[in-house]
């Protein structure tokens, strides 16, 4: 999968001259389009690589033919909240190494290779720490560490061998990142640390974990917090297990004076924030990706079922308001993926205002649009909906749970405000 192209943002050359006088209101607006389009050099392509289409349908067999609702309900309910042998499969199969650099062992993947994963992921609800242990863990290790340290833990990661999380929310924060009274305090050997966090994706199983900490400044300034590798039997360190309402493993995680020394800080000191927003940032399409996957299992699925159901001795579906009502599910779908290859596109242009409005926008949307499409699934369905017996229910507890996770739509609507702002 060495040297994956995204779908790309193509340069293109307009061949028509256009002629401001005598214009049309019509040709006008033509005109500004095409110097809009000339002044910027770019025109959108949504093709995918041989490699990409590979890579989705790779996952798409596997979604369709190996893991089925009962299979992932089997999964959720081991005490590791997945199965270490589908893990495993997911190393051979090369998905691990997907957005990794091909010097540190990856296949050099993009945004865009991740969001076709995900996005099959999503559709058949798989249960696997790829978000915790791969795109947060393994995408800090690779951007905030160096040298044979790094090369060991990315190897591990990839092969399947380290599960890792991160710990940066905390109760009072509100998904604000540098709301963080986490302490950090210099020793003669390094760091001692103390502190709470609360809602580590795979902490429970975690074998390493990465914990953002002050170690300068007030507690809401964004200068002043630094991130730090530990081993989950660090002195000092305790986890809280739980569970989450879609079934997948959580926990809280305390800090009592838990040393560490200079070697485990995981990039510059006084500079993790920024390190960790850009992997945030990087790892928030495939989020709404996986999202677009449960919007598009439960719209799928609901056609099928008011197909079968009858009422009145015809099908459910061929009454004019629940067609209204699935096509307005199909549309949120597909203003989902609109956005979605929007944000994409701009991946290329990280940390930028465009790009940051198109992350905002993005995961607005997701949660707006996810909760239509979930409540629409559910009544469409009647009382059986919410059953555990059906999946439709599942798959709308883990779209709440995708949609409150790096900020819920409000959010991120209140940043996209503050970035459309005139300044």
Not at 35 to 62: G, I
């Amino acid at each position: 999968m060495a040297g994956l192209q995204r779908f790309s943002v193509a340069p293109t050359r307009s061949r028509r001259t256009l002629s401001p006088s005598g214009s049309s209101a019509s040709d006008r607006h033509q005109q500004r389009t095409t110097a809009d389009y000339q002044q910027k050099d770019w025109a959108v392509n949504f093709s995918f690589t041989e490699e990409q289409q590979m890579l989705q349908d790779s996952a798409a067999r596997f979604v369709g033919q190996d893991y089925s609702f009962d299979r992932r309900q089997q999964d959720v309910g081991r005490t590791t909240g997945f199965d270490p042998e589908l893990w495993q499969q997911f190393a051979d199969l090369g998905w691990l190494a997907v957005p990794f650099e091909e010097e540190h062992g990856g296949f050099g993947g993009n945004a865009t290779d991740l969001m076709l994963l995900m996005e099959q992921m999503g559709k058949g609800l798989v249960a696997a720490p790829y978000l915790a242990t791969v795109l947060l863990f393994g995408k800090l290790v690779e951007a905030g560490t160096v040298g044979d340290l790094r090369d060991d833990l990315l190897t591990r990661v990839i092969a399947g061998q380290l599960q890792g999380g991160v710990a940066f929310m905390e109760r009072q924060a509100r998904y604000a990142l540098a709301d963080t009274s986490t302490r950090a305090s210099r020793t003669a050997a390094g760091f001692e640390l103390s502190g709470e966090k609360t809602l580590v994706l795979n902490g429970p199983v975690a074998d390493k974990l990465i914990v953002s900490a002050r170690t300068g400044g007030a507690q809401q300034d964004e200068a002043g917090i630094s991130l730090f590798l530990l081993d989950r039997t660090t002195p000092g360190l305790e986890l809280t297990d739980f569970r989450l309402m879609d079934g997948q493993p959580v926990a809280n995680l305390r800090l009592t004076r838990a040393q560490v020394t200079a070697d485990q800080l995981v990039g510059p000191e006084n500079e993790g924030l920024a390190l960790l927003q850009r992997v945030i940032d990087e790892a928030l399409p495939g989020v709404c990706a996986e999202a677009l996957g449960l919007m598009t299992h439960l719209t799928n699925t609901t056609i099928e079922y008011t197909r079968a159901r009858k009422q009145f001795g015809v099908a459910i579906g061929s009454f004019q308001v629940l067609q209204h009502r699935m096509v307005d599910m199909f549309t949120a779908c597909e203003e989902i993926r609109s956005l979605l290859y929007r944000a994409v596109c701009s991946a290329d242009k990280p940390g930028t205002a465009e790009h940051r409005r198109n992350l905002h926008a993005l995961k607005v949307l997701t949660g707006r649009r996810g909760k239509r499409v979930g409540n629409e699934a559910i009544q469409l369905h009647g009382g059986m909906g919410i059953t555990d017996e059906l999946d439709v229910g599942h798959y709308v507890k883990h779209l709440m749970v995708l949609n409150s996770l790096f900020g819920d739509a409000d959010y991120h609507q209140q940043q996209l405000a503050t970035l459309s702002l005139p300044m």
